[in-house]
Each structure stands twice: as C-alpha cells, then as structure tokens.
C-alpha cells in the first residue's frame, strides 16, 4: 500500500511512484509493441527497415504523450499528433488507414497486458488499464485524422494535376510530360480513350466532376475530366462500341452534362491520341446547332456537314476521304445516280427517268453507293451527308486540291 500523502497523488489516481515506473518502461513497451507486430503481421514484416523504425518512432511518442498526460491529467487526453502529423506522407505507401488501425490495436493489447505489471495495487492496474484504452482510442482517432488530411492533400493535388492533363489533351499536346502526368493518376495508356464534350451542369464544379465520377464507378470506367468555364470534358478509358455494355458507357457519362447538346469524339488507340479524340469532339459541338434533332449523345462523325459548313477543314477532309473519293472511284454511274437521285428529291422514278435507266438499276446503283460510304441515300439524314460531301468533293477539285 502507498505511504505517499494524498494530496501527492494525481487526479489520475495513481501514485508518483507508478508513474515514475511506467515512464521507465515506456520505451521497453514501444519495442515489445513493434515486435509483437512483427510477428503477428506479415505484410509488417516484409516493409523496408527505415519503415519499421518509423512506426517503433510513432509508438514511442505516443507513450510519451501517454506518460505526460498521467503526469498532467488536467489537460486533454489527446495524444501528441507531431508524430503523426507527417509520418502518413511516407508510411501510407507501405500502410493504409486499415492496417494502422491494426497496429494500434496491437500496441494498446500489449500495454493493456503490461501496465497492470507496474501498479502498486489492484485500484493502480485498473486505472492504467482503464487509461490505456482512453488513450489508445485517442490515439486512432488521431491517426485517421491525419490520413484523411494526406488523403485531402493528395487529392487536391491529383485534381491539379488532373486539369493539367484535360488541358494539355485540349491543346494538342502530346508530350511524354504529359503522359506521365496521366500515368500517376493511375491512367492505363495503352487503354483506348474517347473524349465527351458538352456544357457543365449549372452550379459548383466539384458537384460537376464527383456527378461524373459517380457515373464512372457505376459503369467501371476510368475518366479524367476538366471543368473550362462553361464547358466540361471527359476523356474516358475503353471503348465504346461493340457490346451493349460499350454501347451503354456514352449515354451514362452523357447524364452528367448540363442542358445542352454532348458531343462524343471518336474512340482512339491511346492516350497520346486522345487530343484527336478531343478536336473532333469540340468541333462537333460548335457546330452541332446546325443539326436540330441531333441525339444526346451525339458522335462528332455523325456532324460532319455541319462541321464542314463550320468550316472545319479536317471535316471536310473526312467527307472526301470517306464518300466523295470512293464514289468517284466506283465509276461514273454510282456517283452520277447518287447526284441524280438527290436531285430528284428521293423519288426512284423520278431519277431513273432523268437517267433512261430502270428503276432497278438505280436501286441497285444506289445500294452500290451505300455498301462504299455507309451513307443510305434513302435515309433523309444520310442524303444530307451525301449532298454536302458531294459539293465539297467538287469544290476541292475546282481548286486542285483533289
């Protein structure tokens, strides 16, 4: 029993002596602590030396902190966060909040199991068993405090460095800076990408890019995004043809846009290639105003007229390439059918009068046409894509382009 006055005894309830010896103890305990951990965890064991030294330093700041509030009840029971508040920026690339939780579990187990040892009396052990746990919880309560503050910072960094990428994909560039940016966001370069371009939805554009992350994890998708003024872009990984479940990934990111038209570019092999994706989309979209029941979304090749009249070069390029020089090359008749049958206002009689042929033939010359362009002209959108890409073929050949 202790002779010590009472009035020499803390708030706490424990004698000087007491604490005197936990003090003593504190470092053999930190050191037992690491062990068990150790030998409990093997992921722990495996980790760099420098690493382990650092959570055997955490630990004995923490029973540090542990022994100066028994000396000093009167303060809170909070644990001294200097270890903790820059530890995380380095042991969170060995260790995560779960496991840290781990480690705490285990060193409040071991004092839990040792600090009874140096009470004076059965009143002294529950005491500093009672402290411990208070502790300890203090003690993770902390530590997911400064995670989540790291967690804050490299999150507002990767958001930096996010916009940095999006804005670099919009100037064209392709420089590997710009591919290593994209790589320690976790980007796959070698996966296909599509850019989508239409208006951010009204309101703060944090509410704008967790919207489109949303849809992204739903659909398991990776996307980079960037909010420029009124506009929001999203570059998502994958393709989007194909299955039904590809097909689905356009509509559900559309979802995420303001009022408006959205326009998709298309797909590309990589990243690298991402600001043709990108071009096309935001060409699309200056001039998909021209197209009044364009769909939600709409592909950038699907507005090659209206691009063209924009005065898009690269649209007219596609017009020539894809329909004006493969009807051209079929013969004369193929293309003088498709221009004699637009002409005649879609009536097959009509044209194949103006050309003494049967109406068959024109049937015939005219799925010719569609089997070399993809272009229907018995469809009233496709025949506007066949009159424009017509012109513009005529056009670049007037001027000795073609």
């Known amino acids: 029993m202790s002779h010590e006055p009472a009035a020499d005894r803390r708030e706490t309830g424990l004698s000087a002596t007491t604490v005197r010896s936990v003090e003593r103890a504190s470092g053999e305990l930190a050191a037992k602590s690491v062990a068990v951990m150790a030998e409990r965890l093997q992921w722990f064991s495996r980790m760099p030396a420098d690493q382990r030294a650092g959570v055997l330093l955490i630990t004995q700041a923490e029973a540090a902190g542990f022994i100066k509030w028994l000396r000093d009840p009167t303060i809170s029971p909070s644990p001294t966060t200097d270890a903790f508040r820059d530890a995380p920026q380095e042991l969170s690339r060995w260790i995560n909040l779960r496991h840290t939780v781990g480690l705490i579990r285990i060193a409040i187990e071991v004092f839990e199991q040792e600090l009874p040892k140096l009470a004076a009396d059965d009143r002294e052990r529950a005491l500093l068993t009672e402290g411990a746990l208070r502790y300890g919880r203090e003690v993770a309560f902390t530590a997911a405090t400064a995670y989540a503050t790291a967690a804050e910072a490299r999150g507002a960094w990767d958001a930096r460095l996010e916009a940095l990428v999006v804005d670099g994909i919009v100037r064209g560039d392709a420089e590997e800076s710009l591919l290593s940016r994209a790589s320690a966001l976790g980007w796959d370069l070698a996966e296909a990408a599509t850019a989508i371009v239409g208006n951010a939805p009204a309101g703060d554009p944090p509410t704008a890019v967790i919207t489109v992350r949303g849809k992204a994890a739903r659909i398991a998708r990776a996307v980079m995004l960037g909010v420029q003024g009124s506009r929001l872009i999203v570059v998502v990984s994958g393709p989007t043809e194909g299955s ?34 990108t071009a096309e989309a935001l060409s699309g979209l200056r001039a998909v105003v021209g197209w009044v029941g364009a769909p939600r979304p709409v592909h950038a090749g699907d507005l090659l007229p209206e691009r063209a009249l924009a005065g898009d070069a690269d649209a007219e390029r596609q017009l020539i390439e894809d329909i004006a020089r493969p009807l051209e090359k079929a013969g004369g008749a193929i293309e003088q059918t498709v221009t004699a049958y637009l002409e005649a206002g879609g009536v097959l009689e009509a044209c194949a ?30 025949a506007l894509v066949l009159r424009i890409a017509l012109i513009v073929g005529r056009l670049a050949r007037s001027r000795g382009l073609w």
């Open 353 to 382: 009068r103006s050309l003494f042929v049967h109406p068959n033939t024109v049937r015939y010359r005219l799925k010719r046409a569609a089997d070399l362009t993809g272009r229907n002209a018995m469809d009233p959108r496709d």
């Open 244 to 277: 039904q479940k590809n097909r689905a990934v356009l509509p559900a990111l559309a979802e995420a846009f303001g009022d408006g038209p959205v326009v998709a570019g298309p797909t590309v092999p990589g990243l690298a290639d991402a600001h043709l994706s």
